[in-house]
């Protein structure tokens, strides 16, 4: 049974990715920015989805290193001119050492104060770079250049959808991976209770830290693809609903179900375009959806089982200790 449900699994996924990877031929240029930018939310909901569903921390201050991802970005190739993929991955190591010192003092808290202080230094961040004048002020950053892969400069919008589903693509293994490591199932242990993990031998600050420096990093490579894209980024784009939007997105598809947090980034994203022709009406409708959604489902789209996943077991405590 296992060996079949894998390989509906694998079939499942290869069809999706066929989609995908022919959706362009198909489309329009204003389904295709509509597309990207779903897989935009799909990484940065990933990334929010270790910090919040894994680990069970609330973050409202997410978008913040998405910001620190972009201006990464932005900064390094407008002032010094280092090339893109120098700047991506040091946009996701400044993200992550932004998690860190975020996080170091913060993560002891628990539930609304941990909510209440992400928040704080989410708007700390986004007024930071409304003031500086190495991140433009409230003007932002313009004429960030386009990445060259081997030769070819990125231009057209197909080419930053391609860039953006391998980056989802990558992201998602990644998360995937970490949900199913002894790491993973450590942060599941905080989750669900934190001084019975710390009782277990969880080092639960350590490991809480690592999950919030962990998200940060795709918080920040996201960034920095969307940098590139826009050629122009401003401290308004990284505000709070940027922040409420990526989480709605999770709780609509369910804490910690990665095809759930997928599926709700696409909605988050999505709906709204398709009721464009409502003009003024859309937003409300789409609230209104939502609250159905929520009604109906309250555990997300793609709830996790009662009885828990396989891997999640107590039998396993023993990988679980080793991992702290």
Same mark, same amino acid.
């Given at each position: 049974?296992?060996?079949?449900?894998?390989?509906?699994?694998?079939?499942?996924?290869?069809?999706?990715?066929?989609?995908?990877?022919?959706?362009?031929?198909?489309?329009?240029?204003?389904?295709?920015?509509?597309?990207?930018?779903?897989?935009?939310?799909?990484?940065?909901?990933?990334?929010?989805?270790?910090?919040?569903?894994y680990a069970g921390l609330l973050d409202l201050g997410y978008a913040a290193f998405f910001a620190v991802g972009a201006y990464t970005t932005g900064i390094l190739m407008t002032e010094y001119q280092v090339p893109f993929w120098i700047t991506f991955l040091l946009a996701g190591v400044f993200a992550g050492i932004a998690g860190v010192i975020i996080g170091a003092p913060t993560l002891r808290l628990r539930s609304d104060y941990l909510a209440i202080v992400t928040l704080g230094f989410g708007e700390i961040i986004r007024i930071s770079a409304k003031n500086l004048e190495?991140?433009?002020?409230?003007?932002?950053?313009?004429?960030?250049?386009?990445?060259?892969?081997?030769?070819?400069?990125?231009?057209?919008?197909t080419d930053f959808y391609y860039?953006?589903?391998?980056?989802? *693509?990558?992201?998602?293994?990644?998360?995937?991976?970490?949900?199913?490591?002894?790491?993973?199932?450590?942060?599941?242990? *905080?989750?669900?209770?934190?001084?019975?993990?710390?009782?277990?031998?969880?080092h639960r600050v350590r490991m809480k830290l690592l999950a919030y420096a962990l998200g940060a990093v795709f918080g920040g490579f996201a960034g920095s693809l969307f940098a590139v894209k826009m050629s122009a980024i401003a401290p308004e784009s990284f505000n709070f609903m940027q922040s409420v939007m990526i989480l709605l997105a999770i709780v609509l598809g369910g804490l910690g179900r990665l095809p759930g947090v997928v599926l709700g980034a696409v909605i988050v994203i999505v709906l709204p375009e398709a009721m464009r022709e409502f003009a003024n009406w859309r937003f409300l409708l789409f609230g209104a959806a939502l609250v159905l959604l929520m009604l109906f489902r309250p555990q997300g789209l793609w709830a996790a089982r009662k009885d828990g996943e396989a891997d999640e077991k107590w039998g396993e405590r023993r990988d679980v200790t080793s991992a702290s």
């Amino acid at each position: 049974m296992k060996n079949r449900n894998l390989g509906r699994n694998v079939y499942a996924l290869a069809g999706l990715a066929l989609v995908l990877f022919l959706l362009p031929l198909v489309s329009n240029n204003y389904w295709m920015d509509v597309a990207t930018m779903a897989l935009f939310y799909i990484v940065l909901a990933l990334g929010l989805n270790v910090v919040v569903g894994y680990a069970g921390l609330l973050d409202l201050g997410y978008a913040a290193f998405f910001a620190v991802g972009a201006y990464t970005t932005g900064i390094l190739m407008t002032e010094y001119q280092v090339p893109f993929w120098i700047t991506f991955l040091l946009a996701g190591v400044f993200a992550g050492i932004a998690g860190v010192i975020i996080g170091a003092p913060t993560l002891r808290l628990r539930s609304d104060y941990l909510a209440i202080v992400t928040l704080g230094f989410g708007e700390i961040i986004r007024i930071s770079a409304k003031n500086l004048e190495i991140t433009g002020s409230a003007s932002g950053i313009f004429g960030i250049p386009r990445p060259e892969v081997f030769g070819y400069k990125l231009t057209q919008i197909t080419d930053f959808y391609y860039a953006m589903l391998l980056l989802a *693509i990558v992201t998602l293994f990644a998360v995937y991976r970490l949900g199913h490591s002894r790491i993973g199932r450590a942060w599941q242990y *905080i989750r669900e209770d934190e001084d019975a993990a710390e009782a277990m031998g969880i080092h639960r600050v350590r490991m809480k830290l690592l999950a919030y420096a962990l998200g940060a990093v795709f918080g920040g490579f996201a960034g920095s693809l969307f940098a590139v894209k826009m050629s122009a980024i401003a401290p308004e784009s990284f505000n709070f609903m940027q922040s409420v939007m990526i989480l709605l997105a999770i709780v609509l598809g369910g804490l910690g179900r990665l095809p759930g947090v997928v599926l709700g980034a696409v909605i988050v994203i999505v709906l709204p375009e398709a009721m464009r022709e409502f003009a003024n009406w859309r937003f409300l409708l789409f609230g209104a959806a939502l609250v159905l959604l929520m009604l109906f489902r309250p555990q997300g789209l793609w709830a996790a089982r009662k009885d828990g996943e396989a891997d999640e077991k107590w039998g396993e405590r023993r990988d679980v200790t080793s991992a702290s």
